[in-house]
């Protein structure tokens, strides 16, 4: 299976090494697990790469390797756990939500879907030039916006925004479909005006395009997003904190989902039992490699989850007392 560009490949390959990762392997056979991800420059990715990195330096214990893959993120992950093609995926809460209820862009319910834990939030946050007189989400009319690529939950996420607050595409002079590993080289070459991305902080993404042009991360505030955070059990509101981009100097307000990695009941009590007790027992370890890490308790692990917990997740947090 083809779930990347060799460009994208080669840097996956790279960081794989880097963490001491296992080359990509579908299905749970012969011990090999694959974690879906996202875009390498954003969060999923090395999310991915730190479950495998407590998963695999115990294999020797439990016979387990884990993989990481860069993938087009949240939906796609989902149809692939559905169809058997990744056995771990991480997954925005509010598209585990539509995929365990069978609600669009997804044909039918994923009744196999199964939750393991969550992890950061990821705030829907839209950084603009700001040269482009974008301060609220009403200046974005007529201006090139990015979207979201086809089969991205950010895609799906920033469509709802835009329905819910009566922007219609075709009220941008742009939408645009760009990768998350894209969008960055787009607003500094002047070729978008801003961009959705529904990431946690501090993102490499972001750090990169603020250090060669000038940025304003914009407020989401307002009637219609107090709509859709009361509207829908899995958005929160959030903020995009101050000091972590240069020229971002006070919080800026927005609403988010969380980050979930979420399997299906294909994958062993074992295999989910032994991910769980990698990253739970390590977790000091854990949230040292990355910084959206940081704030994770046990507890707030196990909220937001949109789908039934895997037998074998549920049979550690019970030895541990966290259910």
Same mark, same amino acid.
């Given at each position: 299976m083809k779930l990347f560009t060799a460009k994208i490949a080669m840097g996956a390959a790279v960081a794989s090494l880097a963490l001491g990762l296992a080359a990509p392997a579908s299905a749970e056979r012969g011990g090999f697990i694959t974690i879906g991800t996202g875009g390498v420059t954003g969060v999923y990715y090395p999310s991915g790469g730190a479950i495998c990195?407590?998963?695999?330096?115990?294999r020797k214990s439990h016979g387990l390797r884990c993989s990481v893959e860069?993938?087009?993120?949240s939906v796609y992950n989902s149809n692939a756990l559905a169809s058997g093609e990744l056995d771990i995926g991480v997954v925005q809460s509010d598209v585990g939500y539509k995929a365990?209820?069978?609600?669009?862009?997804?044909?039918?319910k994923v009744t196999k879907l199964r939750s393991l834990f969550s992890l950061h939030p990821e705030s829907v946050t839209l950084t603009a030039r700001k040269d482009a007189g974008i301060n609220?989400?009403?200046?974005?009319?007529?201006k090139r916006i990015n979207i979201g690529n086809p089969g991205s939950g950010q895609a799906r996420t920033a469509g709802e925004l835009l329905e819910v607050c009566g922007i219609s595409e075709d009220k941008l002079a742009l939408a645009g479909r760009l990768k998350a590993s894209e969008m960055p080289d787009a607003l500094r070459d002047n070729k978008l005006d801003a961009y959705f991305y529904v990431v946690g902080h501090p993102t490499a993404n972001i750090k990169d395009v /603020?250090?060669?042009?000038?940025?304003?991360?914009?407020p989401l505030t307002g009637g219609c997003v107090d709509k859709l955070v009361s509207k829908y059990p899995y958005f929160v509101k959030a903020k995009v904190p101050a000091g972590?981009?240069?020229? $971002?100097?006070?919080?800026?307000?927005?609403?988010?989902?969380?980050?979930?990695?979420?399997?299906?009941?294909? +994958?062993?009590?074992?295999?989910?039992?032994? $991910? $769980?007790?990698? $990253?739970?027992?390590? +977790?000091?370890?854990?949230? /040292?490699?990355?910084? /959206?890490?940081?704030?994770l308790e046990?507890?707030?692990? +196990?909220?937001? +989850?949109?789908?039934?917990?895997?037998?074998?997740?549920e049979k550690y947090y019970k030895e541990k007392g966290l259910l």
């Open positions: 990195r407590m998963v695999n330096q115990n860069s993938t087009g993120g365990w209820n069978g609600q669009e862009p997804f044909q039918g609220g989400l009403k200046d974005i009319v007529g /603020a250090t060669s042009v000038d940025i304003n991360i914009v972590i981009y240069r020229g $971002v100097d006070s919080d800026v307000p927005t609403y988010g989902v969380k980050a979930t990695i979420v399997t299906t009941s294909d +994958l062993s009590d074992k295999a989910a039992y032994e $991910v $769980v007790k990698g $990253v739970f027992e390590n +977790l000091d370890s854990f949230k /040292a490699l990355h910084p /959206a890490f940081r704030i046990p507890k707030e692990m +196990l909220q937001g +989850l949109s789908a039934p917990i895997h037998p074998g997740a």
